[in-house]
């Protein structure tokens, strides 16, 4: 049975795609999936480089290899993720360029899908590459305290700028009891 286009654009469609559903589309769907992985479509060409991994016929790895060499980076983190459904000599291949790329993102997904036994040829590019932790934990911002008092951030308990209009100091309508505290 010939597997269409429209039949695998058609599987990708959505916004969250029946992966297992689409695999079944099977090697024959393969070609279709490269020539999105090329459409300059970055969502349908990381869906087409994650479905690819997933069928895991001959072709599938070059597939993700190509989704590698993308010009864009969210293309590339797909691969870079896609590549944990893959075999682990292939999924070497693919990462020997991946884990030193020059987006720290695409780097970081690439380091954290290293098979468990990566060949001599991706050792040496793990050794070579930056740490993508290091760089992404630096650029990301401190979680905000979340209050556990039912105060916004920033507002004190003392604070009578912190009631609403209506509302009754210690934090109720009019009407309603006050709460204890651990209410």
């Known amino acids: 049975m010939a597997v269409s286009m429209e039949a695998v654009r058609a599987a990708l469609d959505p916004e969250e795609p029946d992966y297992g559903n689409a695999a079944k589309l099977g090697p024959e769907a393969l070609p279709h999936l490269e020539a999105l992985v090329d459409s300059g479509d970055t969502m349908l060409a990381s869906k087409a480089t994650y479905l690819a991994s997933l069928i895991q016929g ?42 030193g790329d ?60 912190a009631t609403m209009r209506g509302e009754q100091r210690g934090g109720g309508m009019p009407g309603e009891q006050p709460k204890m505290p651990g209410e």
């Open 58 to 99: 001959p072709g599938s790895a070059d597939v993700v290899a190509k989704a590698a060499q993308s010009d864009d980076a969210a293309v590339r983190v797909a691969a870079a993720a896609a590549v944990t459904n893959l075999s682990a000599s292939a999924a070497n291949v693919v990462l020997v360029e991946l884990v």
């Open 102 to 161: 020059p987006d720290a993102g695409v780097r970081k997904v690439a380091q954290r899908s290293v098979p468990d036994k990566p060949n001599a040829k991706l050792n040496a590019a793990l050794k070579a590459a930056p740490d993508a932790e290091d760089e992404l934990g630096d650029a990301a911002p401190a979680a905000p305290e979340i209050p556990s008092t039912g105060l916004m951030p920033g507002e004190r308990p003392d604070d009578a700028s």
